[in-house]
């Protein structure tokens, strides 16, 4: 059973990982066989459920898929992400469901100063949480994205 | 402020290939009045893709989309013939059908109740009888408004708001890149379920540029390069493996020709590479079956990156998956692609899996390599504002080398296009592009007469 206030501490230090680009320390968040899964939308109302049979915005099963992310992003080579975007991760609304699972709001701030720009993604994450070594860490992460009208990039440290 | 003449919309484009020079003049990326025209004419003015036949396969099935500005719908009627319609109410234009696809029998008219079938039939007007209507108005012809030119490409279909030449003259030899799309399932292609909608800021020319420019690739994608050639070394069970990883049709280190560009009349166009069959291929369970029906040659070059323009809206690309983008432009500096992952019905669950997974990293907003491309597309849309030295330089390459008519490679599937370059891992044609352009000048030519 996990407490809300231990669900609640752990992903605010997500939140503040991915606004401080503290990559690795977000990474360690997670559990090497984790899941990270955004969905596409079906049509106006249906978001995708199967990613073998459907396409999902992102999908990776493992966190070395995670840490590939987290390379590109570092490495000076993607056009997209020179300059980063500065972000703020704002969660709410964080209930648990069942033994492992928690539900939250999220809307994510993200400020693009080389264009002057700003947007904000938002829509609802879901967790499933588990006891490894001295904590909690992340098992899956669902991230149901409502706006997925996306101006030109939404990469994994702004959602 | 005077209208724009049609010899200040021809200057914009210095067509001089026989003297070794070819440009476009930035202004037709960044000017409002240029790109008032080309929604009038280019994209109101003739052939435009809309959609696939697949996402409407059954009686009552409809998918809306726009054409230029206006709203379209194609609907298939209960006897299962498809049309394409004006998305709009005949009375007072509110929109008819209101999902991106759907299916309806009969629609209603949400303002004033008007009705039509999936025939595009106003089989009803609400309270007709007590309307005290004029002989003129009950004469006039109430049914929605049928585009004037309506095709089914193998699946792929086409309208037009304008009365046009027909398919088969449109899409030309290119159709051959079309059949190499079509043919790949034994039952066509489909859409899979997900669809992602992006926006960048930038002229929807530059998007069609990029799909047909093998220049920019290790440039703009070396993040996503890199990666692909570290999973292949590394052999984590969960990483996608790609295409790229096993092929060097790119690489400076590879000799003799790795590919090539086919330029056809109309605008359309192809930029190919050679690529190994090999287990990274969604198509490598099926390759003996897909020889046996096709040839080995056709196989071959169903598995060869192809990416393809029908201009002006469509592209396919396929390379470590396959896409098929809608292009709809916005304003001049402002672009929306819709996009789908595209594949030949009755793959296996492995060949879809592996298809979705290098889409995902590849193509979306979301992924790893198109967000490099479209902030480009905003850099470059930033610099076209020059007005100094007008002239975009990125027309020029492969210029003392494309040769006319088709070389060995289209030879193989019967094909003549206007123009071929097979090409070396860095010569990276830039003449293809030029079909666009004569392209678009025809189409702004022709509706500028039309409107005098």
């Given at each position: 059973?996990?407490?809300?206030?231990?669900?609640?501490?752990?992903?605010?230090?997500?939140?503040?990982?991915?606004?401080?680009?503290?990559?690795?320390?977000?990474?360690?968040?997670?559990?090497?066989?984790?899941?990270?899964?955004?969905?596409?939308?079906?049509?106006?109302?249906?978001?995708?459920?199967?990613?073998?049979?459907?396409?999902?915005?992102?999908?990776?099963?493992?966190?070395?898929?995670?840490?590939?992310?987290?390379?590109?992003?570092?490495?000076?080579?993607?056009?997209?992400?020179?300059?980063?975007?500065?972000?703020?991760?704002?969660?709410?609304?964080?209930?648990?469901?069942?033994?492992?699972?928690?539900?939250?709001?999220?809307?994510?701030?993200?400020?693009?100063?080389?264009?002057?720009?700003?947007?904000?993604?938002?829509?609802?994450?879901?967790?499933?949480?588990?006891?490894?070594?001295?904590?909690?860490?992340?098992?899956?992460?669902?991230?149901?994205?409502?706006?997925?009208?996306?101006?030109?990039?939404?990469?994994?440290?702004?959602? | 402020?005077?209208?724009?003449?049609?010899?200040?919309?021809?200057?914009?484009?210095?067509?001089?290939?026989?003297?070794?020079?070819?440009?476009?003049?930035?202004?037709?990326?960044?000017?409002?009045?240029?790109?008032?025209?080309?929604?009038?004419?280019?994209?109101?003015?003739?052939?435009?893709?809309?959609?696939l036949e697949s996402?409407?396969p059954?009686?009552?099935?409809?998918?809306?989309?726009?054409?230029?500005?206006?709203?379209?719908?194609?609907?298939?009627?209960?006897?299962?013939?498809?049309?394409?319609?004006?998305?709009?109410?005949?009375?007072?234009?509110?929109?008819?059908?209101?999902?991106?696809?759907?299916?309806?029998?009969?629609?209603?008219?949400?303002?004033?109740?008007?009705?039509?079938?999936?025939?595009?039939?106003?089989?009803?007007?609400?309270?007709?009888?007590?309307?005290?209507?004029?002989?003129?108005?009950?004469?006039?012809?109430?049914?929605?408004?049928?585009?004037?030119?309506?095709?089914?490409?193998r699946g792929?279909?086409?309208?037009?708001?304008?009365?046009?030449?027909?398919?088969?003259?449109?899409?030309?030899?290119?159709?051959?890149?079309?059949?190499?799309a079509a043919d790949q399932g034994d039952e066509g292609l489909e859409l899979?379920?997900?669809?992602?909608?992006?926006?960048?800021?930038?002229?929807?020319?530059?998007?069609?540029?990029?799909?047909?420019?093998?220049?920019?690739?290790?440039?703009?994608?070396?993040?996503?390069?890199?990666?692909?050639?570290?999973?292949?070394?590394?052999?984590?069970?969960?990483?996608?493996?790609?295409?790229?990883?096993?092929?060097?049709?790119?690489?400076?280190?590879?000799?003799?020709?790795?590919?090539?560009?086919?330029?056809?009349?109309?605008?359309?166009?192809?930029?190919?590479?050679?690529?190994?069959?090999?287990?990274?291929?969604?198509?490598?369970?099926r390759?003996?079956a897909l020889?046996?029906r096709?040839?080995?040659?056709?196989?071959?070059?169903?598995?060869?990156?192809?990416?393809?323009?029908?201009?002006?809206?469509?592209?396919?690309?396929?390379?470590?998956?396959?896409?098929?983008?809608?292009?709809?432009?916005?304003?001049?500096?402002?672009?929306?692609?819709?996009?789908?992952?595209?594949a030949p019905k009755g793959e296996?669950?492995?060949?879809?899996?592996?298809?979705?997974?290098?889409?995902?990293?590849?193509?979306?907003?979301?992924?790893?390599?198109?967000?490099?491309?479209?902030?480009?597309?905003?850099?470059?849309?930033?610099?076209?504002?020059?007005?100094?030295?007008?002239?975009?330089?990125?027309?020029?390459?492969?210029?003392?080398?494309?040769?006319?008519?088709?070389?060995?490679?289209?030879?193989?599937?019967?094909?003549?296009?206007?123009?071929?370059?097979?090409?070396?891992?860095?010569?990276?044609?830039?003449?293809?592009?030029?079909?666009?352009?004569?392209?678009?000048?025809?189409?702004?030519?022709?509706?500028?007469?039309?409107?005098?």
């Amino acid at each position: 059973m996990i407490t809300r206030a231990e669900a609640e501490e752990l992903i605010a230090r997500e939140s503040l990982s991915l606004d401080r680009r503290d990559w690795d320390a977000w990474l360690d968040l997670f559990v090497e066989d984790c899941s990270y899964w955004m969905p596409a939308w079906r049509d106006e109302e249906n978001p995708t459920e199967d990613p073998e049979t459907e396409l999902s915005l992102i999908w990776y099963k493992g966190k070395h898929n995670l840490a590939d992310r987290v390379w590109r992003v570092k490495s000076g080579l993607s056009v997209a992400s020179v300059p980063l975007m500065r972000t703020s991760h704002h969660v709410s609304n964080l209930l648990i469901e069942g033994e492992d699972r928690v539900a939250a709001s999220f809307a994510v701030h993200v400020h693009n100063a080389k264009r002057r720009a700003d947007h904000v993604f938002f829509g609802r994450y879901e967790y499933r949480l588990v006891r490894e070594g001295d904590g909690l860490r992340i098992a899956e992460k669902k991230i149901l994205l409502m706006n997925d009208y996306i101006p030109a990039v939404a990469d994994f440290y702004m959602l | 402020m005077q209208a724009m003449i049609w010899e200040e919309v021809k200057a914009l484009i210095d067509d001089r290939v026989d003297d070794g020079w070819f440009s476009v003049n930035r202004r037709a990326f960044t000017d409002q009045e240029v790109f008032d025209l080309e929604m009038r004419h280019v994209f109101e003015g003739g052939w435009v893709f809309l959609g696939l036949e697949s996402q409407v396969p059954n009686p009552h099935d409809y998918l809306t989309t726009t054409v230029g500005r206006v709203p379209v719908v194609v609907m298939r009627d209960g006897e299962g013939n498809l049309g394409a319609y004006v998305n709009a109410c005949t009375h007072k234009g509110a929109l008819i059908c209101h999902k991106r696809t759907g299916n309806g029998r009969l629609h209603v008219c949400r303002y004033h109740s008007w009705s039509f079938d999936s025939s595009g039939r106003n089989v009803a007007v609400k309270a007709m009888k007590d309307g005290a209507y004029s002989d003129a108005f009950k004469a006039f012809d109430r049914n929605l408004v049928r585009l004037p030119a309506f095709a089914n490409y193998r699946g792929f279909l086409f309208g037009s708001l304008v009365e046009t030449c027909s398919i088969e003259e449109h899409l030309g030899e290119a159709r051959h890149m079309l059949d190499l799309a079509a043919d790949q399932g034994d039952e066509g292609l489909e859409l899979v379920p997900g669809e992602v909608i992006f926006t960048y800021d930038g002229n929807w020319k530059l998007q069609l540029e990029n799909c047909a420019d093998a220049y920019h690739f290790t440039s703009a994608h070396p993040s996503y390069l890199q990666l692909v050639e570290r999973r292949r070394r590394d052999e984590k069970a969960n990483s996608v493996k790609s295409v790229w990883g096993e092929n060097s049709a790119w690489s400076e280190m590879t000799e003799g020709v790795t590919g090539g560009t086919y330029a056809f009349d109309q605008g359309h166009v192809v930029n190919w590479q050679i690529i190994p069959l090999s287990d990274t291929v969604p198509l490598a369970d099926r390759a003996e079956a897909l020889a046996a029906r096709h040839g080995a040659a056709r196989r071959d070059w169903m598995v060869n990156m192809r990416n393809v323009t029908i201009f002006p809206n469509m592209q396919i690309a396929e390379n470590a998956s396959s896409q098929l983008r809608i292009i709809r432009p916005i304003a001049p500096g402002k672009t929306e692609m819709l996009t789908f992952c595209i594949a030949p019905k009755g793959e296996s669950a492995e060949a879809r899996r592996m298809r979705i997974r290098n889409y995902e990293d590849f193509f979306n907003p979301t992924g790893m390599a198109t967000p490099d491309d479209t902030i480009c597309y905003a850099d470059c849309q930033d610099g076209h504002a020059n007005p100094s030295q007008p002239w975009i330089l990125g027309y020029a390459r492969g210029m003392q080398s494309v040769q006319s008519g088709a070389d060995a490679f289209a030879d193989v599937l019967d094909m003549t296009p206007d123009r071929s370059q097979p090409c070396g891992s860095q010569l990276c044609d830039e003449t293809l592009f030029h079909s666009y352009y004569r392209a678009w000048l025809n189409r702004i030519e022709a509706g500028m007469e039309r409107s005098k």
